[in-house]
């Protein structure tokens, strides 16, 4: 028999398999007596642990959730995981999370045994983070948005546009969206009577919240990610492409939309940050391209052009403007 600290550990793992155990599973688990049981169900509630009696002829047993966070019983690849996510839970892009993440990984790595903090060390050593400048989001605004979706309630706030104005939008929330980069939601707007998407970082939720709200049908699969790319590009084309759709859409994000034409020819609808970085985003496509506008894309596709219109005895046999 296991003495009882280790039984009470046992019991736990147990407990956390299952959304329930009757107590003669765990009885049988264990090689103890019902009586047993019952009394170290009794010995986890008083350490905080909210296990819960179920009624019924049977009986049995269920962990919930409590007040407070009580110990967690991590099993070898768990921990590791866990202790994974945490040493790069820095680019989420949610203010504070890097320091709450390295006090949590330290209180892990305390108690983790040297073979697994060996596998850990091993991945924090080998991996290099490309560092990725952008916007955070308030933890308790990500909370809140995450909750009215959650629990379907309509959320009303203050939002920051493209150009600087201030909205009040009122809109029924759908999911949240992280590109590594951002954090987005997708939402009906209720005075638009559309999905739109919304840059989390320029929206300041107001309270009360509004009413709770029937789902509607889920979005078509393409919202999320054009919603999503829209949002990214204050500047966009429409952009008539001498290349199968096939070949271009892989080449281009998810969330690009890509719509064919015919066999050789499709429509991209590009966008980007600056009429630069839109430009180059469309010649990265490499094929032939045609597109109306806007002027800015225009000026600065002419500019490009200039600057590639090099005589080709200018460019000698190394790749370098000049004579040998």
Same mark, same amino acid.
């Given at each position: 028999?296991?003495?009882?600290?280790?039984?009470?550990?046992?019991?736990?793992?147990?407990?956390?398999?299952?959304?329930?155990?009757?107590?003669?599973?765990?009885?049988?688990?264990?090689?103890?007596?019902?009586?047993?049981?019952?009394?170290?169900?009794?010995?986890?509630?008083?350490?905080?642990?909210?296990?819960?009696?179920?009624?019924?002829?049977?009986?049995?047993?269920?962990?919930?959730?409590?007040?407070?966070?009580?110990?967690?019983?991590?099993?070898?690849?768990?921990?590791?995981?866990?202790?994974?996510?945490?040493?790069?839970? %820095?680019?989420?892009?949610?203010?504070?999370?890097?320091?709450?993440?390295?006090?949590?990984?330290?209180?892990?790595?305390?108690?983790?045994?040297?073979?697994?903090?060996?596998?850990?060390?091993?991945?924090?050593?080998?991996?290099?983070?490309?560092?990725?400048?952008?916007?955070?989001?308030?933890?308790?605004?990500?909370?809140t948005v995450a909750a009215a979706c959650r629990d379907r309630h309509?959320?009303?706030?203050?939002?920051?546009?493209?150009? %600087?104005?201030?909205?009040?939008?009122?809109?029924?929330?759908?999911?949240?969206?992280?590109?590594?980069?951002?954090?987005?939601?997708?939402?009906?707007?209720?005075?638009?009577?559309?999905?739109?998407?919304?840059?989390?970082?320029?929206?300041?939720?107001?309270?009360?919240?509004?009413?709770?709200?029937?789902?509607?049908?889920?979005?078509?699969?393409?919202?999320?990610?054009?919603?999503?790319?829209?949002?990214?590009?204050?500047?966009?084309?429409?952009?008539?492409?001498?290349?199968?759709?096939?070949?271009?859409?892989?080449?281009?994000?998810?969330?690009?939309?890509?719509?064919?034409?015919?066999?050789?020819?499709?429509?991209?609808?590009?966008? %980007?940050?600056?009429?630069?970085?839109?430009?180059?985003?469309?010649?990265?496509?490499?094929?032939?391209?045609?597109?109306?506008?806007?002027?800015?894309?225009?000026?600065?596709?002419?500019?490009?052009?200039?600057?590639?219109?090099?005589?080709?005895?200018?460019?000698?046999?190394?790749?370098?403007? %000049?004579?040998?």
């Amino acid at each position: 028999m296991l003495e009882t600290s280790a039984r009470l550990l046992k019991l736990l793992s147990l407990l956390q398999t299952r959304p329930s155990w009757t107590g003669a599973e765990l009885a049988a688990r264990l090689q103890v007596s019902p009586r047993t049981i019952r009394y170290d169900i009794d010995k986890l509630r008083g350490l905080g642990y909210p296990v819960h009696a179920l009624p019924g002829v049977a009986g049995g047993y269920r962990l919930g959730a409590g007040a407070k966070l009580p110990p967690l019983l991590l099993d070898d690849e768990e921990a590791v995981s866990v202790a994974v996510a945490l040493r790069t839970a %820095g680019g989420g892009g949610v203010e504070g999370i890097r320091e709450s993440a390295l006090r949590a990984l330290a209180k892990l790595e305390q108690v983790l045994p040297s073979r697994l903090r060996h596998r850990v060390n091993a991945v924090h050593d080998h991996t290099v983070s490309l560092a990725r400048e952008g916007p955070t989001v308030a933890a308790d605004t990500l909370a809140t948005v995450a909750a009215a979706c959650r629990d379907r309630h309509r959320l009303r706030f203050g939002y920051r546009t493209h150009d %600087g104005s201030e909205q009040v939008r009122d809109v029924e929330p759908y999911r949240l969206v992280h590109t590594g980069r951002r954090w987005y939601l997708i939402a009906w707007d209720v005075a638009r009577r559309d999905w739109r998407t919304f840059r989390v970082d320029r929206l300041t939720p107001r309270t009360p919240h509004g009413p709770r709200f029937v789902p509607r049908a889920e979005p078509p699969p393409e919202v999320v990610p054009r919603g999503v790319d829209t949002a990214l590009s204050r500047y966009r084309a429409r952009v008539t492409v001498s290349a199968p759709a096939s070949a271009v859409l892989a080449m281009v994000p998810d969330s690009v939309l890509v719509e064919s034409v015919d066999e050789r020819t499709c429509v991209v609808h590009a966008g %980007g940050d600056t009429p630069l970085r839109l430009a180059l985003h469309i010649l990265m496509l490499d094929a032939d391209f045609s597109v109306d506008g806007p002027p800015e894309l225009l000026e600065v596709l002419a500019v490009l052009a200039s600057r590639c219109a090099v005589p080709s005895g200018a460019i000698s046999k190394t790749g370098q403007s %000049g004579t040998t």
